[in-house]
């Protein structure tokens, strides 16, 4: 079984910065960040495959945003920069075992989800 405990969310005017982190309790191969705004469906932000060396960004976010890991910690993070209003949201990590050999935005190839954190971004 895998846990997941997600950090690092808060409130922050736009253009400002914040990194997530999310401590995994078990060991993962690949990992992803999701985000939820009120109203919306869960949407995909970023993943990393285990190596570290493949990543996938969403087209919002890429060139802002970056997901890395740090396996001697079992963590992985999510720098976001160039913060905008729009990226308010409960941000969720998440991790799966199998499935596809590269990283990927599907949700329902995960299969562990951390209790989410609230990133808000004023105007």
């Known amino acids: 079984q895998v846990q997941l405990v997600e950090s690092g969310g808060g409130l922050v005017q736009a253009g400002g910065s914040l990194r997530l982190s999310c401590a995994a309790s078990?060991?993962?191969?690949?990992m992803g960040w999701f985000r939820q705004a009120p109203g919306e469906e869960r949407e995909f932000v970023a993943a990393?495959?285990?190596?570290?060396?493949?990543?996938l960004y969403a087209d919002s976010v890429k060139g802002r945003f970056t997901i890395s890991r740090d396996d001697a910690k079992n963590t992985v993070y999510l720098q976001m920069n160039s913060l905008k209003p729009e990226d308010t949201a409960v941000y969720y990590c998440?991790?799966?075992?199998?499935?596809?050999?590269?990283?990927?935005?599907?949700?329902?190839?995960?299969?562990?989800w951390g209790q989410g954190t609230q990133v808000s971004v004023s105007s």
């Open positions: 078990g060991r993962t191969f690949y």
């Open positions: 998440a991790a799966r075992r199998g499935g596809s050999p590269l990283p990927t935005a599907n949700r329902a190839e995960y299969g562990y």
């Open positions: 990393i495959r285990w190596t570290g060396d493949i990543t």
